[in-house]
């Protein structure tokens, strides 16, 4: 059975870094392109990024564009999500999930699946 492990959440200040993982079990990430999304408390999902598993090409959110980075260590099979300049508004669970299709697709819904529980990010002073 696929498993996906979020990990690296935590409470960290507005400006500051959080460095979030994903792990796989019983598959390779790097044959797949693999998203991110989020979930924030009495809001829908958002997916926020996705890095493909041709060319390791990343999209973004314009949320989060230009202060979070996706990128793969094939080695440790493990896809990463750097986020930088937190702010209030990054706090939420989030998520890592196989795309079904392109990463073009990473802020569709129903193009993700398998995912994990989660890791919970809080921004806040």
């Known amino acids: 059975q696929v498993q996906l492990v979020e990990s690296g959440g935590g409470l960290v200040q507005p400006g500051g870094s959080l460095r979030l993982s994903c792990t796989a079990s019983k598959l390779f990430l790097d044959d797949y392109n693999v998203g991110w999304f989020r979930q924030a408390p009495g809001k829908e999902r958002e997916g926020i990024s996705c890095i493909s598993e041709s060319d390791d090409i990343a999209v973004y959110a314009d949320s989060v564009k230009g202060r979070f980075t996706i990128s793969r260590d094939n080695a440790k099979n493990t896809v990463y999500l750097r986020m930088n300049n937190l702010k209030p508004e990054d706090t939420a669970v989030y998520y890592c999930?196989?795309?079904?299709?392109?990463?073009?697709?990473?802020?569709?819904?129903?193009?993700?699946?398998?995912w994990g529980q989660g890791t919970q990010v809080t921004v806040s002073s």
């Open positions: 999930t196989l795309l079904k299709g392109r990463c073009s697709n990473y802020n569709i819904e129903s193009e993700w699946n398998y």
